[in-house]
């Protein structure tokens, strides 16, 4: 029987990017670490989280 390692990786969410062209999920930068595409997404500001533990009004 083969074993797998299995790797965690946490990204809390202010700074995790959605890569519009290849669905990668990585830590926010310009561009996408696995296909160099400009089109990223901040899964925070998507999400309405912005890093903001406070409840709104």
Do not use: N, Q, Y
Not at 9 to 25: E, F, G, K, Q, S
Not at 26 to 38: D, H, I, N, V, Y
Request: aromatic share 4%.
């Amino acid at each position: 029987m083969t074993e797998c390692a299995v790797v965690a990786l946490v990204i809390p969410l202010d700074r995790a990017a959605l890569c519009v062209a290849c669905d990668a999920v990585f830590e926010l930068t310009e561009r996408c670490p696995g296909c160099a595409s400009e089109h990223v997404v901040s899964l925070g500001r998507w999400l309405s989280r912005d890093g903001d533990k406070s409840p709104s009004p």
